[in-house]
């Protein structure tokens, strides 16, 4: 008798204490889980659930159409770029960069909308405007045909910047080509507005790989 009761009590001390142990600490690790889980929610940031490889993605990386973040090109590639074309805005670089930096805009975006409008500044009105981005009539601008006329590219590149800034992004919530381009020039207008979206991703996408292709 004595001795059954001796082997029950070492079976529970060597194999269910230690079993004990481990669902606890188990237990635990889930609890502090959950709340980490929550504490990320807490302050904003998103959470992503396990998958499997053969599974979908559920996290994609940021669109590369998103205007708003730092430069992704240098300052010396954008005169390079503007060399590469004869642009008249040759020796701009570090504005248009700097501007870039100021309104949180990739200065890569403004390049590209340069080169579509007015073929950098060689086509159009923007020859005598200092417009890069053929933008309406603004308050306390000079207006002639419906355009807004600078007095320098470095002035056109500022408030290019200001109004992507201004009333795209903080006002509309347009943050990405695809979203800006149906606004600034729409088809109402006689734009193709996914040509015009094609041709500045496909831009942008090459100067970020530092070539510059002289069409």
């Known amino acids: 008798m004595i001795r ?6 070492l079976v529970f001390f060597v194999v269910l204490i230690p079993l004990l142990t481990v669902v606890s600490c ?3 690790k889930v609890i502090e889980a959950h709340a980490l889980v929550t504490a990320f929610q807490s302050y904003g940031v998103p959470t992503v659930p396990v998958r499997s490889p053969s599974s979908p993605s559920v996290h994609e990386p940021p669109s590369s159409s998103r205007v708003v973040g730092p430069p992704s090109v ?3 590639f954008i005169d390079r770029v503007l060399r590469a074309y004869h642009s008249s805005a040759l020796g701009e670089g570090q504005h248009i ?3 870039g930096v100021q309104f949180g805009i990739d200065p890569v975006f403004a390049l590209a909308f340069f080169m579509h409008e007015s073929s950098f500044g060689l086509a159009g009105e923007a020859t005598a405007s200092f417009n890069p981005g053929n933008i309406r009539c603004l308050p306390g601008v000079l207006c002639r045909d419906n355009f807004a006329w600078f007095a320098s590219w470095a002035d056109g590149f500022h408030a290019w910047y200001a109004l992507i800034r201004n009333l795209y992004v903080d006002q509309w919530g347009a943050v990405t080509v ?3 381009i149906p606004h600034y020039a729409p088809a109402a207008d006689h734009n193709n507005e ?3 979206i094609n041709a500045v991703l496909h831009t942008v996408q ?4 530092g070539f510059v292709v002289v069409r």
């Open 4 to 9: 059954s009761i001796l082997l029950r009590a």
């Open 26 to 28: 188990l237990r635990l």
């Open 74 to 76: 240098r300052a010396d």
């Open 97 to 99: 960069y700097d501007d």
């Open 178 to 180: 695809e979203q800006i």
């Open 194 to 196: 996914q040509g015009y």
């Open 206 to 209: 090459t100067w970020r790989a």
